[in-house]
């Protein structure tokens, strides 16, 4: 699996949009780009998923770059319940999810 | 509907003990996962289940450990002679599809085991 990189803390106000960066430098073609996030004492939750086009959802949108070694989640009016843990995880489809320490996003009022 | 759920939400055992840990996965998913999540970590997975069948182990830090999933639906995870090092918490997770990683996967609450 490639190995990804995030920043381990962020803040963002309430109702402002929330962009999680994550860099994949190494991501192989057959790669997809998966995001879950992780409530305080609740397992993790599926956000989002993509390969190299962008996607959008009722909870996020995934931005990956071109060259596909970097991409962002974002949320895009952050509330106080979105306060999480959240896991950018680069997989292919053989092979376990390796969720790293992912990034603290603490919402603001 | 109903999610993954997990019991005992908290176990506490002393060192050497054998303990048991259920999950009831989602009613259909052909999937189950076994996780391990120290405090401060993200997860890191223990074993992989299509149905009855386990597929992958090789996150099983020791002999110690064992799953099963005998009728392909509720998995046990097992730890015999725990020690201090396996406190954590085990999250167990459930995918409609299989055999592959590449689904979405359905998490429970997890159980917090404490070993003194």
């Known amino acids: 699996d490639a190995k990804t990189t995030q920043p381990p803390s962020m803040d963002c106000a309430e109702g402002r949009a929330a962009n999680l960066p994550c860099n994949h430098s190494?991501?192989?073609?057959?790669?997809?780009v998966y995001w879950y996030r992780q409530i305080h004492s609740q397992g993790p939750q599926y956000i989002i998923h993509?390969?190299?086009n962008n996607e959008t959802n009722e909870m996020a949108s995934l931005i990956i770059t071109e060259d596909r070694k970097s991409s962002t989640l974002i949320l895009p009016h952050a509330t106080l319940r979105d306060t999480a843990v959240y896991y950018c995880?680069?997989?292919?489809?053989?092979?376990?999810?390796?969720f790293g320490k992912g990034t603290r996003l603490s919402v603001i009022a | 509907g109903a999610g993954v759920s997990q019991s005992p939400r908290y176990k506490v055992a002393k060192r050497g003990q054998d303990v048991a840990l259920r999950c009831d996965p989602i009613?259909?998913?052909?999937?189950l996962f076994w996780y391990q999540q120290a405090l401060g970590q993200g997860p890191e997975f223990l074993t992989y289940f299509q149905n009855e069948a386990q597929l992958d182990k090789s996150g099983l830090p020791s002999d110690r450990f064992f799953a099963e999933r005998p009728e392909g639906s509720v998995s046990t995870l097992k730890i015999q002679r725990t020690q201090k090092e396996d406190s954590a918490v085990y999250l167990c997770?459930?995918?409609?599809?299989?055999?592959?990683?590449?689904?979405?996967?359905?998490f429970g609450p997890g159980t917090r085991l404490t070993v003194t």
């Open positions: 009613s259909g998913h052909v999937s």
């Open positions: 190494t991501i192989s073609g057959n790669e997809y």
């Open positions: 997770a459930s995918s409609p599809s299989g055999p592959s990683f590449g689904y979405e996967q359905y």
């Open positions: 995880i680069a997989l292919s489809g053989n092979t376990p999810l390796v």
């Open positions: 993509g390969l190299k």
